[in-house]
């Protein structure tokens, strides 16, 4: 049982550059979201999918877009990556919104130089 | 502004002790309250919640005690074990349990001495 899993683990970016992180989900969950966490910090939310076809903003989508691209998939894209993005990102799944159990990934060490 | 706040960085108990690890919030609107826990190079996991119409919750050798009016919430491990060593992260949601309305502390990091 995989669970969820993210790819890349790690991740070096130049400033500018552009780059997707993938998660998938194997348990038939319908929400999945995607964290990142910084040091001294909790998790944030960055952005969510409630079910296939929707996604919607967190606490920190400013320089993210995401694509839910089927049940079992979600990505993250920088587009034009800053240093302020240096951080662990986290996928998580959940089987609905109201679900609480979160089932996260095992995280993706992005820097940006 | 943290609404969910764990204020003590990192803990050290002997293994077989009791761990206490603390949580206060600020917002009132919370009413359904977790602890994930966290090894190096994993993702959170799962650990125990509880609603805000109960003031504890047991399971097996972890419980959460809820206190509403000091806005309050602890978890106890009792005995503490070497493997309990782990990143502690405080979470609470508004409305039932929202996932995309859960807050995060910063975490505790407890060790537990053999």
């Keep these: 049982n995989a669970g969820v899993t993210q790819t890349p683990k790690f991740?070096?970016?130049?400033?500018?550059?552009?780059?997707?992180?993938?998660?998938?989900q194997d348990m038939n969950h319908?929400?999945?979201?995607?964290?990142r966490q910084d040091p001294g910090m909790?998790?944030?939310?960055?952005?969510?999918?409630?079910?296939?076809g929707t996604t919607d903003k967190g606490e920190v989508p400013n320089g993210?877009?995401?694509s839910r691209l089927n049940k079992r998939e979600f990505s993250l894209r920088l587009e034009s990556a800053a240093p302020s993005q240096t951080s662990v990102y986290f996928c998580?799944?959940?089987?609905?919104?109201?679900?609480?159990?979160?089932?996260?990934?095992?995280?993706?060490?992005l820097t940006v130089l | 502004d943290q609404q969910v706040k764990q204020?003590?960085?990192?803990?050290?108990?002997?293994?077989?002790?009791?761990?206490?690890l603390n949580c206060d919030y600020t917002n009132s609107m919370f009413d359904y309250f977790l602890w994930y826990k966290k090894y190096p190079a994993?993702?959170?996991?799962?650990?125990?919640?509880?609603?805000?119409?109960k003031d504890k919750n047991e399971d097996g050798r972890f419980t959460v005690f809820l206190n509403k009016s000091a806005k309050h919430l602890s978890l106890h491990i009792v005995p503490s074990q070497p493997g309990d060593s782990a990143v502690y992260f405080c979470?609470?949601?508004?409305?039932?349990?929202?996932n995309y309305k859960l807050t995060f502390g910063k975490g505790t990091l407890l060790t537990v001495n053999p």
């Design chain 2, 7 to 20: 204020n003590s960085p990192s803990l050290s108990v002997q293994e077989g002790r009791i761990s206490i």
């Design chain 1, 64 to 66: 993210y877009n995401v």
């Design chain 1, 42 to 52: 909790g998790l944030r939310l960055i952005y969510y999918s409630a079910s296939e």
């Design chain 1, 92 to 109: 998580a799944s959940s089987v609905s919104p109201g679900a609480n159990v979160l089932t996260f990934g095992a995280g993706s060490r």
């Design chain 2, 91 to 98: 979470a609470a949601s508004v409305g039932g349990g929202s």
């Design chain 1, 30 to 35: 319908n929400s999945m979201y995607w964290y």
């Design chain 1, 11 to 24: 991740q070096v970016l130049k400033t500018g550059q552009s780059m997707t992180l993938q998660c998938a």
């Design chain 2, 42 to 53: 994993e993702g959170p996991t799962f650990l125990i919640s509880i609603s805000s119409i």
